[in-house]
C-alpha cells in the first residue's frame, strides 16, 4: 500500500497549485480521503476531506473557499487544487485514506483527529512566498 502525493512547490502569494495523491495498492472506491498539512513548528492540521460516496467534503475555515478535493477513481489518485495561496498556507502537505464507515468516522471527526487515518503518504512541501 502506497499513497505518493506530489506537486507541491514554491509558488507566490495568490498562485496555485493543484497536488496530486496517487495511490497504489488499494482502490480508492468507498474510501474516505483528506488531506493534512504541518509546518514548521506546529501540530498537522486537517485541511481538507471527502466522504466515500463523495457527496460530502469538508474544509478548515482557514482554506474555505479557496482549495478543493477531489478524487479519480479510475486513476486512484487524489486532488487538492489550491487555489490564492497565502503565505500561511506553507506547509508540508499530505494525503491519507480510510475505509471505516459509520458513526464516528466521517469527515469532521478525521480532520480533528478523532481517529488516525488507516493509511498515509509521505508529504509534499508547499512554500509561499510574500
Known amino acids: 500500500v502506497q499513497l505518493q502525493a506530489s506537486g507541491g512547490g514554491l509558488v507566490h502569494t495568490g498562485g496555485s497549485l493543484r497536488l496530486s495523491c496517487e495511490v497504489s495498492g488499494f482502490g480508492l472506491d468507498y474510501y474516505l480521503i483528506g488531506w493534512f498539512r504541518q509546518a514548521p513548528g506546529k501540530s498537522r492540521e486537517g485541511v481538507a476531506c471527502a466522504n466515500e460516496r463523495d457527496d460530502y467534503t469538508n474544509y478548515a475555515e482557514s482554506v474555505e473557499g479557496r482549495f478543493t478535493i477531489s478524487r479519480d477513481n479510475a486513476r486512484n489518485t487524489v486532488y487538492l487544487q489550491m487555489n490564492d495561496l497565502k503565505p500561511e498556507d506553507a506547509a508540508v502537505y499530505y494525503c491519507?485514506?480510510?475505509?471505516?464507515?459509520?458513526?464516528?468516522?466521517?469527515?469532521?471527526?478525521?480532520?480533528?483527529?478523532?481517529?488516525?487515518?488507516?493509511?498515509w503518504g509521505k508529504g509534499t512541501q508547499v512554500t509561499v512566498s510574500s
Open positions: 491519507a485514506a480510510d475505509r471505516r464507515l459509520g458513526p464516528g468516522y466521517g469527515c469532521l471527526q478525521a480532520l480533528q483527529f478523532d481517529f488516525d487515518m488507516d493509511y
